[in-house]
């Protein structure tokens, strides 16, 4: 006698849910959701859709979310968060990498999402900031929350598979960089 195995199919928005916890890296008193590009073509209005509906029922279980975006505009004008306490525009201190982040930041305020606390990191610096980086910070009003030197030890570390936070602050100038950023705008 041939056994005949059920087909189980769930929905979208249970898949969706499903996928959406597999990818929540819990850590001490925070969650990481990393939300990566879409894979092939098509509209993703309904996928989105139920994405903000996840991490909205996500915000309740949670006293922290971080929601780390692929580079780029797209996610925030899905408008999958619609409010955060703090956002930041992260770029290195090109004209071009200043050009997309002054993008996003009025993209924010276009679409109305509530932030109170908005701040622009430079990543990457090498050497001093120029002064014409500096001047398009100023003349754009962005909130510049501090510089993030270009580190060797955080690259060696990504070749070696092992994660930036696996290095001190005392010995990598990237992460004390970035701990004086986060203490002075998480409060």
Not at 53 to 73: F, H, R, S, T, W
Request: with cysteine.
């Amino acid at each position: 006698m041939k056994s005949s195995s059920a087909n189980v199919s769930i929905t979208k928005d249970v898949l969706i849910e499903m996928r959406t916890q597999e990818a929540i890296v819990e850590g001490n008193n925070i969650d990481l959701v990393v939300m990566g590009q879409p894979e092939g073509s098509g509209c993703y209005c309904a996928a989105n859709s139920i994405l903000t509906a996840v991490l909205e029922k996500a915000l309740k279980n949670y006293p922290y979310q971080v929601i780390d975006n692929e580079a780029g505009m797209e996610h925030i004008s899905r408008l999958t968060a619609r409010y955060m306490d703090v956002f930041y525009v992260i770029s290195d201190a090109s004209r071009r990498g200043l050009t997309a982040a002054r993008r996003i930041w009025h993209l924010v305020d276009e679409l109305k999402i509530k932030v109170p606390n908005k701040y622009l990191i430079l990543n990457r610096v090498r050497g001093e900031v120029t002064k014409e980086a500096l001047g398009i910070i100023e003349e754009e009003k962005m909130n510049l929350a501090g510089i993030i030197p270009d580190d060797l030890l955080i690259y060696n570390a990504d070749q070696n598979a092992q994660p930036s936070s696996s290095l001190k602050p005392i010995d990598s100038p990237a992460v004390a960089a970035t701990h004086v950023i986060f203490k002075k705008t998480l409060n």
